[in-house]
């Protein structure tokens, strides 16, 4: 039997094809726009003004950030009960979780004083405040103080406990040990 080598040598060869010349440029030059769109004519003027948009301030529009606050986005102060409990568990809850935030089972992890705040300003405090310690752990310590600077009763000591007991992320709150503040108790976050 022949081998494989012997066998190619024996098919025919081809030859690859020749590259067809290039084409040879021609003599006359190539014609410029003028002479290509010579025989356009050009649309009348239809006599209106057109308007040129001014251009863009450089700096962003700022919210008006003024005194008076949007009242929907603190809606819930509207809502108020007129006395306000001193601890709150969530539906569902195992019935010693108040027992056991009472007893400082859980670690505090974060703390935020609202004194001198005003309604609105201390629930922007409280609403970012919360978002951020849920990362920290799920028991936290806010101090809304116990009212001697507002006249007639206190207002954010209420507010605070109303705003807490509508917060998604709260699971319960009791009074702190110490007075003018409570113990939260988070949902964990998730992993």
């Not at 450089?58 to 949007?70: D, F, T, V, W």
């Not at 003018?180 to 976050?189: N, Q, S, W």
Request: proline share 11%; charged share 25%; net charge positive.
């Amino acid at each position: 039997m022949k081998s494989l080598k012997d066998k190619l040598k024996a098919l025919p060869r081809l030859t690859p094809p020749r590259p067809e010349p290039a084409p040879v440029p021609s003599s006359r030059p190539e014609p410029d726009f003028k002479t290509i769109f010579a025989d356009v004519i050009p649309l009348p003027d239809d006599g209106r003004v057109h308007f040129t948009r001014p251009r863009p301030s450089p700096h962003p529009r700022r919210k008006n950030c003024g005194s008076q606050p949007n009242a929907f986005t603190h809606a819930i102060g509207w809502f108020e009960p007129a006395t306000s409990d001193n601890s709150f568990v969530r539906a569902g809850m195992q019935s010693s979780t108040l027992k056991r935030l009472r007893a400082q089972h859980w670690p505090i992890c974060a703390e935020l004083d609202l004194h001198g705040l005003d309604r609105y300003q201390a629930q922007d405090h409280m609403a970012q405040f919360l978002h951020r310690a849920r990362s920290l752990g799920n028991c936290v310590r806010i101090i809304h103080g116990r009212g001697i600077g507002s006249q007639g009763e206190p207002v954010l000591k209420r507010m605070t406990r109303a705003w807490l007991s509508h917060h998604p992320d709260v699971l319960a709150y009791c009074d702190s040990a110490e007075g003018g503040a409570l113990t939260v108790l988070l949902k964990r976050m998730p992993d």
